[in-house]
């Protein structure tokens, strides 16, 4: 407990205590939190936009994106994710298409359609099948 305390103070606190949550399986209080607090789901973007992030909290970022999604509160959220399009890494910038896919809108689709056209395989795969998910009719 004194732990987290001492990491509340600290701008990056808020993040490494969502990260361990996601790391250590209690994903489902990460999206209560984020149910009350959309406002987190700026936090989950720069989890996603973390090279250092490991896969377990990517996994459960990705599966609380998801969740959210289907209770509509993904809208408007593109904002967040779309300085991770340029990353240096190439799986934060495939993450990020993928998360674009599940937030939509016309913000993330002009990200999509700029991906395509990046220089890793991964990237533009998952871009174009998050273009094709964005504009095809329901």
Known sequence: LRHWAG??????GLDLHLADLLGNGQRAQVLARTRREPALIA??????GDADSELSVRIGVMATLEELKEEGLLQGQATHFLPHVTHPEPRVRSDTCYALTLIGGEDALAALQA????????????????????????
């Open 43 to 48: 936090r989950l973007a720069a989890l996603l």
């Open 7 to 12: 990491l509340a103070a600290r701008p990056e």
């Open 115 to 138: 991906c395509s056209e990046d220089p890793d395989a991964e990237v533009r795969e998952t871009a174009l099948d998050g273009i094709e998910a964005l504009t095809l009719p329901s």
